[in-house]
């Protein structure tokens, strides 16, 4: 073997070995430290790529699981308006039987009408008040968006309630009266109901109109005055439903839509004074009936939403924890296989570092023949 000075190859060979232990040694550290096999691209581009995908879906699942049990709570405040509701039905109920009954005299009934007409005015005020922050839900209008026609939408116009969505289409025009008042009209093709000097609202401020040829109500805010436009509203289901985000895209499966239809007075058909002679309460009968099986069916329908929206929930659920354990499985590192590989690490730099030293020793061995 030739002894050298100026390399020493055994030294150089412990150097490279010692290196790339450290590098080994420091990457487990990392993984350690950090809990994670991928802590940069380098580490795996792949695994990145699929990771973050990973991440971004399971981010928006989350907060489709949050839609969806707002998306309850919606219906649940519905379902406890129509609740009340229902008990004022059974109330109406009775009180049609009594007027209907030949042993009540007029001014009994006269007093059996006026309880009724309160009732339904407090079923008008349950149905207006019943709100989801700030959105109304017994009204008809909840879901509902305003579709404009060939002119545009109303500038001003920031809602519509009352919708039934049997009703046809509409078009409500805006026009100027004075320096302060608006006149609105709204048509079907068939029949038209103008409403004249209509104030206009103060900045911030809104105000409603009523159209009860239609039974609509229009809120109004101080755009209404610069509008003088009209706009189309059309009764389709695209326009009466309302969306719930619960998936990642924007197709049609990752969303839910349901609607709310109006169980005021005016959409169960009720009517005030019906109760002032005997005649008209027995048909009132009839009609209070009919509205009984109209609001049922709305609350069996939030009822049958509320179910799809709980299985819904259950889903998100199983497939959040799914794509966890396959990000999991892509990104995260494996505590007991790095703390082996971190030990083994510790050991070959121990060693290494000796080796090294052995290595420079060895060649002072050529002092002895200068000697």
Do not use: C
Request: no cysteine.
């Amino acid at each position: 073997m030739a002894w050298r000075i100026q390399n020493n190859p055994l030294s150089l060979n412990a150097q490279r070995h010692l290196a790339n232990t450290q590098s080994a040694l420091a990457k487990s550290l990392e993984r350690l430290s950090s809990g994670y096999r991928i802590n940069r691209a380098a580490d795996d581009a792949a695994g990145l790529a699929i990771s973050s995908t990973l991440r971004a879906d399971i981010a928006s699942y989350k907060v489709g699981s949050q839609n969806a049990s707002q998306a309850n709570s919606i219906l649940q405040v519905a379902e406890g308006g129509m609740d009340q509701i229902s008990a004022m039905m059974v109330r109406l109920k009775e009180l049609a039987t009594q007027a209907a009954s030949s042993n009540v005299s007029s001014s009994e009934r006269t007093k059996i009408n006026s309880e009724a007409n309160e009732l339904i005015d407090e079923i008008d005020r349950i149905a207006d008040s019943t709100e989801y922050d700030g959105t109304n839900l017994l009204d008809g209008s909840f879901g509902l968006v305003l579709s404009g026609g060939s002119e545009g939408v109303v500038s001003g116009l920031v809602s519509v309630t009352g919708w039934n969505s049997s009703t046809q289409d509409v078009t409500i025009a805006v026009a100027t009266v004075s320096a302060t008042k608006v006149k609105i009209t709204i048509t079907d093709g068939g029949n038209s109901q103008v409403v004249s000097g209509i104030t206009k609202p103060g900045t911030g401020e809104t105000s409603q109109v009523d159209f009860d040829a239609f039974g609509l109500r229009l809120t109004l805010n101080s755009n209404i005055y610069e509008a003088q436009s009209s706009t189309k509203i059309e009764a389709d289901s695209s326009d009466t439903e309302a969306d719930f985000q619960i998936g990642t895209s924007s197709g049609t499966n990752d969303r839910l839509s349901f609607s709310i239809d109006a169980v005021d007075s005016s959409g169960l058909s009720l009517s005030k004074d019906q109760l002032l002679n005997q005649s008209d309460a027995r048909s009132f009968l009839d009609t209070i009936d009919t509205a009984v099986s109209t609001l049922a069916n709305r609350r069996a329908s939030i009822g049958a939403n509320q179910n799809r929206l709980m299985y819904a929930a259950a889903n998100l659920s199983t497939t959040i924890e799914n794509f966890t354990a396959s990000e999991s499985v892509v990104r995260d590192a494996d505590m007991a296989a790095e703390m082996s590989n971190f030990t083994k690490n510790q050991i070959l730099l121990q060693s290494g570092t000796a080796m090294l030293a052995q290595a420079n020793v060895s060649q002072q061995g050529i002092l002895k023949l200068l000697g």
